[in-house]
């Protein structure tokens, strides 16, 4: 349940595809930071050696606290840039680039509503205390954490969750310096963790629900675009705007079924494409990956 995304086939077929797809896209920022690191070292540095310096930073700044050697080769604008194109990369191949990346995590969500339910009718039928579940605990990567973010919805904008239940595909995430939510140190940093609470309230009014679901990110209370932005929601609203929509993709039709490919040639035209395009101020991608 927690590693849906090696047991669905579309999924592992979509990733195969697109992955040289993104690494085109993400060329033109490493060509422009590598240019810039030859001019001012004068050493023959390539787009390979660039990548792999930027990866040897973020394991010295994450692991050992180590920001002096191979990050400082780079000006914090580059950093900036290079931070944008992990995001990018996340975005595409885990996360809102594409539907299937999150749809496949369907079983894990109606598992945490079932326990859910289960909890609510044991308490209503006044089951002994230490006869039914208090809490569900699982552990995973962010191969797990980041759809089922997507699930909920969260790190949207009220309009973009409105989006994506209509099945529109959305912008990738702004080319620094403008703003975004979406940030890979955010969605999944070290640690990084979904925490869905179940409250019971008093209700006088029985027309009134009395259970709640309130969503935490990284032990934070996180806004949820499908309950008008709040992150306390009345549990059948819940269910009703967040996880419904959901339901009409089945696991095995999502997983498993032959979908239609287009030529990856074409796809990198069309990447390609809305990358110079973005240069110009369209903000839009033409296709969904």
Same mark, same amino acid.
């Given at each position: ?76 604008? #580059? ?17 809102? =680039? ?61 309009? #973009? ?57 990284? #032990? ?60 110009? =101020? ?8």
């Amino acid at each position: 349940m927690l590693r849906f995304h090696e047991c669905c086939q579309n999924y592992k077929d979509f990733r195969k595809r697109q992955e040289p797809a993104v690494d085109k896209l993400k060329e033109p920022t490493l060509d422009e930071i590598t240019s810039a690191l030859v001019g001012r070292y004068g050493l023959n540095f390539t787009r390979q050696v660039t990548a792999s310096l930027w990866f040897l930073c973020k394991e010295e700044a994450s692991l050992l606290d180590i920001t002096d050697q191979a990050c400082s080769l780079f000006s914090p604008s #580059e950093i900036t840039l290079l931070e944008w194109t992990d995001d990018l990369e996340m975005y595409i191949l885990k996360g809102y =680039g594409k539907s299937i990346n999150y749809r496949m995590g369907m079983p894990l969500l109606e598992d945490v509503v079932q326990s859910m339910e289960q909890a609510i009718m044991a308490k209503e039928e006044k089951h002994v205390p230490g006869s039914f579940e208090k809490a569900r605990l699982r552990f995973a990567h962010a191969e797990t954490v980041v759809p089922f973010s997507c699930l909920l919805g969260l790190f949207l904008e009220g309009s #973009e969750f409105d989006t994506i239940q209509k099945e529109i595909p959305l912008a990738f995430p702004l080319k620094p310096p403008q703003k975004r939510k979406w940030r890979g140190s955010i969605v999944a940093p070290f640690a990084g963790n979904n925490m869905l609470v179940l409250y019971r309230c008093p209700a006088p009014d029985k027309a009134r629900s009395k259970h709640f679901v309130q969503v935490l990110h990284n #032990e934070h209370p996180i806004p949820m675009p499908g309950c008008n932005g709040s992150d306390f929601c009345p549990f059948e609203v819940f269910k009703e705007k967040i996880v419904a929509p959901h339901r009409k993709h089945d696991y095995d039709t999502v997983c498993n079924a032959k979908l239609e490919q287009k030529p990856s040639g074409s796809k990198i035209f069309q990447i390609l494409q809305w990358f110079f395009q973005l240069g110009k =101020g369209d903000k839009y991608p033409k296709d969904e990956f």
